[in-house]
């Protein structure tokens, strides 16, 4: 955190920050969206988690750039034992996309010049594929910013495209069962 905090605080108004996040969520027991790191023991959350609120933090206080894109392909289904954690506290996979939505949306009301794609909508899961070799919305994304997504054929990649081209995509692929979201 206090690398991300310090990186980021190096920037200025002229500078364009990306943030590209892929990783799981998952709601502790104290009501708070954490993302899962490497390192990240849920047993120790507040000592080892990377919250939404520092997040939150670093991007609203610590970021100076006049741009910031966030890429967010944060899905929790395939947590490997959590699932029976969500159902004892009854906190469904909705409810963590849910507020992980509500945390993009939050920071991109927070900062002028901020766009923000997820990989899913509210309700949504973000899905992998052995065939891509990962993420279905981040083999997407990559090919739309290597120039897939550029429907008008004037070397630039807007966000307008790469949202229709990411929705197009993905969803093609998923049969419907992954919808990403702009903002």
Known sequence: INA????LGQTSKEDIVEIYMATHGYVGLDGRLYYI???????NLKGTGFSDDDFTEILSQDVNAGK???YMDTCHA???????LYAKR??????????????SAAISKSKNG?????????????LEDSKLNGGVFTHWLIRGLNGGANANNDEWV??????????????KVTNGQQTPKAT
């Open 37 to 43: 790191c490497h390192d990240t023991d849920v047993d």
């Open 78 to 84: 395939g947590l490997s034992g959590l699932s029976d």
């Open 90 to 103: 009854d906190i469904g996979v909705i409810n963590v996309n849910r507020r992980i939505n509500q945390l």
């Open 68 to 70: 910031v894109i966030i």
């Open 158 to 171: 807007n966000a307008t495209e790469l949202e229709n081209y990411l929705r197009r995509n993905v969803i």
């Open 4 to 7: 991300l905090s310090n990186f």
């Open 114 to 126: 901020v766009a923000k794609f997820s990989a899913s909508s509210a309700n949504g899961f973000s």
